[in-house]
């Protein structure tokens, strides 16, 4: 079992910036593949950035591309989500998502784990 826990949400005005974190623990953190999502109201749970467990490949989807960057830190059981130039379309619960292997984990329904969720709303 892995346990997941975020951190780091809030409200910023737009071209603000935040940082989420992911604490995990449990099996070997560096055997996953870690990943953010995030789900707004009223819309499906959606990929926002991927890291496999090498953390040398990273994956974006395309609206946060240049904007939003994952890291994980092996030795602290973290990842990380920096997010920056954030925009009101940003709004969502933001989640952390894990999958034992190396393969990208872009697809909700892939994901073997997931934390609570933290609240992210950015104001115009």
């Given at each position: 079992?892995v346990?997941?826990?975020?951190s780091?949400g809030?409200?910023v ?13 449990g099996r ?10 995030r ?8 990929f926002v ?19 939003f960057?994952i ?13 920056n ?12 998502a894990a999958r034992?292997?190396?393969?990208a984990?872009?697809k ?6 997931w934390?609570?969720?933290t ?6």
């Amino acid at each position: 079992q892995v346990q997941l826990v975020e951190s780091g949400g809030g409200m910023v005005q737009a071209g603000g910036s935040l940082r989420l974190s992911c604490a995990a623990s449990g099996r070997t953190f560096s055997s996953y593949t870690m990943a953010w999502f995030r789900q707004a109201p009223d819309k499906e749970r959606e990929f926002v950035a991927s890291m496999r467990w090498s953390a040398g490949s990273t994956y974006y989807a395309d609206s946060v591309k240049g904007r939003f960057t994952i890291s994980r830190d092996n030795a602290k059981n973290t990842v990380t989500l920096q997010m920056n130039s954030l925009k009101p379309e940003d709004t969502a619960v933001y989640y952390c998502a894990a999958r034992s292997g190396i393969i990208a984990l872009v697809k909700a329904a892939e994901s073997d784990y997931w934390g609570q969720g933290t609240q992210v709303t950015v104001s115009s």
